[in-house]
């Protein structure tokens, strides 16, 4: 049976269920977890999304999390390795009846801030996540079984990657700072897109591009004259 692309309405069931995983997790993984994270659009509250749990798993090792892939089976997850993104684990469970998604990356991988990033932004700007959710509503009617399609056709609706602002390295240090403290922060899989490494180029160029460099070589050059 293929598996269906349906997007209901927020279910304030969603944190609860992510809570209950998270612990399983943390009891079959033990030391290997650094933190759990709830992502994806079940995380934001009040936006629309397919109703599956994502968990975002910071381990000490990827590999060694292989070596946990019969306890991971206990639970009713699928191993799936990569799966499409470097230094990711990815696991499913659910088959086609998908109810959880787990993603774990080392400590510090760049893909945890996005993660992370990605999820604050929709949750501070509740009109993007609005819109977000109109997004995947569209995307899941025109491709009710066709997973990939419906990610596709969600990327090239909303592109909400470009739109969400660089979160700098300020950030990244504050969001590991609290992560060493031991802070478990119950924060779509997003991927890098070249929209969004554009919008980060940008941002970092204080928003004119090529342009803005060259407005402050001539301002210095000015200051020393």
């Known amino acids: 049976m293929p598996r269906r692309m349906e997007v209901v309405e927020s279910s304030g069931r969603w944190p609860e269920m992510y809570a209950r995983e998270a612990e399983r997790l943390r009891q079959v993984l033990g030391d290997e977890v650094v933190c759990i994270h709830h992502i994806g659009s079940t995380s934001v509250p009040g936006l629309a999304a397919k109703p599956v749990i994502d968990i ?99 990327r090239a609706l909303s592109n909400e990657r470009s739109k969400m602002p660089y979160t700098g390295q300020s950030k990244m240090h504050r969001l590991a700072q609290q992560r ?20 980060r180029s940008h941002s970092r160029l204080g928003g004119a591009g090529v342009a803005g460099v060259e407005t402050r070589r001539r301002a210095r050059q000015s200051r020393g004259a």
């Open 180 to 199: 060493r403290r031991g802070v478990d922060e119950d924060l779509d899989d997003p991927r890098r897109t070249e929209s969004g490494r554009k919008h």
């Open 56 to 154: 975002l798993v910071e381990v000490r090792s990827v590999e060694a999390l292989d070596t946990y892939a019969a306890a991971m089976q206990t639970l009713g997850y699928e191993p799936r390795g990569e799966f499409g993104i470097p230094g990711r684990r990815y696991y499913p469970k659910g088959d086609d009846l998908r109810t959880h998604h787990v993603h774990a990356f080392a400590s510090g991988d760049p893909h945890v801030f996005r993660h992370l990033a990605f999820r604050d932004y929709l949750r501070a700007h509740p009109e993007r996540a609005a819109a977000y959710g109109e997004v995947k509503r569209r995307a899941a009617m025109a491709h009710r079984t066709d997973p990939e399609g419906y990610v596709e056709y969600k």
